[in-house]
């Protein structure tokens, strides 16, 4: 019978363990399988479906929330397009890895280039705006002066895609410029901004070896997020290959984004899974079981003990020196021993150890402390320091460096080449 039953248990176990790897199986096959002549191809592992008035604002380089990502899944997402060259290699990358991104158009590009904006939107990537003109310091600019820049951005976006539409409500900041006053327009009108969770600097004078070097350094201090590149940008051309290719080499996945329609609702979520590192990644608090809610069926008042339900016998105190375990057996009128019937230890014999040990010689404990000639007490802490290489400015000192940046985008950071992209400013913690 037992055996039967563990039987049909190592049966389930290993029909769900099938079941796993045959999915695993399918899952690369439909991978493969959706890109055609690219067997090795990245893919997209899902489809996230968002509502932007649930979650107006995501990116945790200046919000508290970002898209809800798991583990390893990454969000593509490419500024200031199209222009036709680099946005078409750029797309041919894209294709050849059958991965889809969110591009985020300039009103003015797409009046100059509206076929690049239908070819973003026929390829199913998601095409959000990013104002008309790209204007540097859009964080100063009154909501009367902003509005237009985002609207007429819409409406010129709108205009390039045509009857086919396809425009979503998804918004960046020029240079992650934010305001209060903007956020607020762009919530109302129902529109999602996007910040980032990490960039690749690849606006920036840098070589294509660096952009590749920092989207991948960057991923792999947050393991999933938002990544921000530019489809105008020659270098990110050049480096994108060799990002993407790592990236699958690293077991990282593509998630594409789409905003929820009435005829596909959002994907449904958890509030934690809307932050980068949700506590419960870290603190065990939501696996902690939950106190069970007794209920007293019978809240009457419980007799109090006597005296001899404690071992006290007509209220004096058991003798010590009585083994307990006589006392407890008197009451049954078992006669016991007066003794153990063990054999007792026989005593040590007489006689000082000690005295027959032999005596240290002298020798043993004396110690040589005399200096080593030329070399200096703290030879070994100097060495260690010169061992000690200094930090590369991450994603985070580098956004504060921008940050305080943030009244002039063209002002040189120090120790760094000429911004071309302006900053971003950090929204203060627990708002916007
Ligand atoms: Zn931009």
Redesign the pocket.
Known sequence: MIGSVLAGIRTRQWAAFCLGLLTCITAQIASAADCPGHPDALGISRTLVVDPKAHPRIGTMQYAETLPLRDHEVVLTF??GPLPHNSDQILEILASQCVKATF?TVGRMAQSFPEGVRKLRDAGHSVGS?TQN?PTGFDKFSIERAKPEIDEGIASVTAALGDGGGLTPFF?M??LRRSPAVEDYLASQGIQIWSADFLADDWRHVSASRVYDLAIKRLEAKKKGILLL?DIQARTVAALPRILHEMKARGYRIVHVVPATPQQPNTPTEPPQWQLHPPSETVAISYWPRIPNFVFADAGVLPAPSLSDSGWRDGQPVRLAEPFDRTRRRAHSVPLPQQAPWPRQPPHPAGNAAIDLPVPAQSIFEIQEKPRAGVPADATSSHHAEQAVPAEPEAGSLARRISLDAGDSRRRIPGSLPVA?PGLQRAPVGSR
Do not use: I, K, Q
């Open positions: 500024d200031d985020f990013h790209h960046r020029p240079g530019h992209e």
